[in-house]
């Protein structure tokens, strides 16, 4: 990747909905090269996906809890079945394996208590696990899906 791709990828991130010739406006090149890189940085899987970001407060999904799991199996077995089972819960927006003290993280987004309660129970049901903590987020700081993109030295 040059330059000009790492001013595409912040571009995109900005407003994937741009005309290829607008891109290219913006990064200094025409829209036949633009379209190439773009197409390029897809193939080689730079770049997973376009989508529309959605505001979760406007379709009543106004609860973000940062959940805490630690479990005492650590086998293969168990987490393929937990990493399936989480996975497929569609409350969850992200999902880690972490180092420390907790286990796995999850970020959930819920229409209020009384839905994170029915998740919480889905979840304790589905899978065995030693301690679940749950936070509950009061404000929103920060959010963004646009990465850094570093510039080459």
């Known amino acids: 990747m040059d330059a000009i791709d790492r001013k595409i990828l912040a ?24 379209w190439k890189r773009i197409q390029r940085l897809e193939a080689d899987g730079v770049i997973i996906r376009r989508v ?24 293969q077995e168990w987490l393929d ?22 286990d796995y993280m999850l970020r959930v987004v819920v229409t209020d208590i009384a839905g994170y309660d029915g998740f919480y129970k889905r979840l304790i049901a589905a899978v065995p696990l030693k301690n679940v903590t749950s936070r509950f ?8 899906t646009a990465l850094p993109i570093p510039e080459i030295k």
């Open 11 to 34: 571009v995109l991130q900005v407003n994937a909905a741009l005309s290829v010739a607008e891109i290219g406006s913006r990064v200094g090149l025409s829209s036949t090269p633009c």
């Open 52 to 75: 529309a970001l959605v505001d979760q407060d406007h379709v009543g999904l106004g609860v973000t809890v940062f959940v805490s799991i630690e479990t005492g199996d650590h086998s």
């Open 81 to 102: 079945h937990f990493a399936k089972v989480v996975g497929a819960m569609p409350e969850v927006m992200e999902f880690y394996r972490m180092a420390g003290d907790v």
């Open 137 to 144: 987020a009061m404000e929103k700081i920060k959010s963004t």
